[in-house]
């Protein structure tokens, strides 16, 4: 009939789209060579790759039973700089776990439900306290800015954690894609934290991390969030890189990377050799799992949560009892 031939294309295309959106690709031309439709499906890729795209920033959800919540405690003045803690209400000497939100470091918020509703349900019963913290977002602050809000956030759970029963001395940091590539830089170099009074801490896992090595990404072809985020000076690439951070005060590393995606292995693998060059351990964890749900499904997922608190075990002997049960 007229005009079916003309509907096709349109239709056919609309029914492959979200394939390649999940597909996962991590390459694309630079803004200035892709066309629209090129321009719009790196756009749509770029969302699938935030933390939790689709979520209400900042919307609240039912809180297991059992747990105290301190809400927006300040570490600073800009109304982003802002954490939330979620205490045992008998917590006693509980080790902290500190989250960082992912979002092309552009969006995102500590009150995300795929970000904490698993990791309270798992860890808060365990005797654990977790900390979920924003930061300031691109343009108000880069990626090294970022980094720092989150050392003065780590200061500031340090400083803090008696008061809601926890012990600042046992601090582990778990970062989802933008997130992970944060808390990667300030593990890379814990000097940058300890300029704003961060003591040590055990270590760091890495979820999907969004960026190890910058130059890397931003000299191939890569999508446009990256250039809104780290913008077009090598200077400022480099900076901002975990990989050429890398030095041997490094804190202990667990990176888990989707395999259902081209580049965040491959890259998780040269972060590691690097790492171990200079005697620090980073661990790998390949998980077939989109970028997504290796966020969501921890704590609830029993293998791949099992795997993740193997690392967090190794870190030190009463964080290991607590997941024991003890």
């Known amino acids: 009939m007229p005009g079916a031939t003309e509907c096709r294309a349109p239709r056919a295309l609309a029914a492959i789209l979200p394939a390649l959106v999940l597909a996962g690709l991590t390459a694309w031309p630079a803004p200035g060579d892709a066309g629209p439709l090129r321009e719009r499906l790196a756009t749509r890729q770029a969302a699938a790759t935030d933390d939790d795209a689709d979520e209400v920033q900042g919307a609240r959800f039912p809180l297991p ?3 105290v919540l301190h809400a927006d405690q300040a570490y600073g003045t800009h109304p982003r700089q802002r954490f939330d803690v979620y205490a045992p209400a008998d917590a006693r000497q509980a080790p902290l776990l500190l989250l960082i939100h992912g979002g092309g470091w552009r969006r995102g918020d500590k009150g995300l439900r795929t970000l904490l509703e698993h990791k309270l349900k798992r860890w808060v019963p365990r005797g654990f306290i977790v900390v979920s913290a924003n930061y300031r977002l691109v343009p108000d602050a880069d990626p090294v800015e970022q980094a720092q809000d989150l050392a003065r956030a780590l200061a500031a759970v340090q400083t803090r954690a008696a008061t809601w ?3 600042g001395q046992r601090v582990i940091l778990i ?4 997130g992970a590539h944060l808390a990667a830089l300030l593990s890379a170099d814990p000097a940058r934290a300890a300029a704003v009074g961060v003591r040590p801490w055990l270590g760091s896992v890495l979820l ?6 910058v130059p890397g990404i931003l000299g191939a072809r890569h999508l446009p969030l990256y250039d809104r985020a780290f913008g077009a000076d090598p200077a400022r ?3 901002a890189s975990p990989y050429h951070a890398l030095g041997p005060a490094a804190r202990p590393m667990l990176a888990v990377c989707s395999t259902q995606r081209a580049a965040p292995c491959p890259e998780a693998e040269r972060f590691a050799v690097a790492a171990r060059a200079h005697g620090v351990r980073v661990d790998i964890r390949r998980e077939d799992r989109s970028h997504r749900d290796i966020n969501r499904l921890l704590g609830d997922d029993p293998v791949y949560t099992e795997a993740v608190e193997r690392f ?3 870190l030190d002997p009463l964080v290991a009892a607590r997941l024991a049960g003890g």
């Open 165 to 167: 029963g926890g012990d």
């Open 65 to 67: 039973e059992g747990i």
């Open 237 to 239: 690439w480099q900076a």
């Open 208 to 213: 999907d991390s969004g960026a190890l090595d």
């Open 312 to 314: 967090l075990r190794s």
């Open 175 to 178: 970062g989802h894609s933008a």
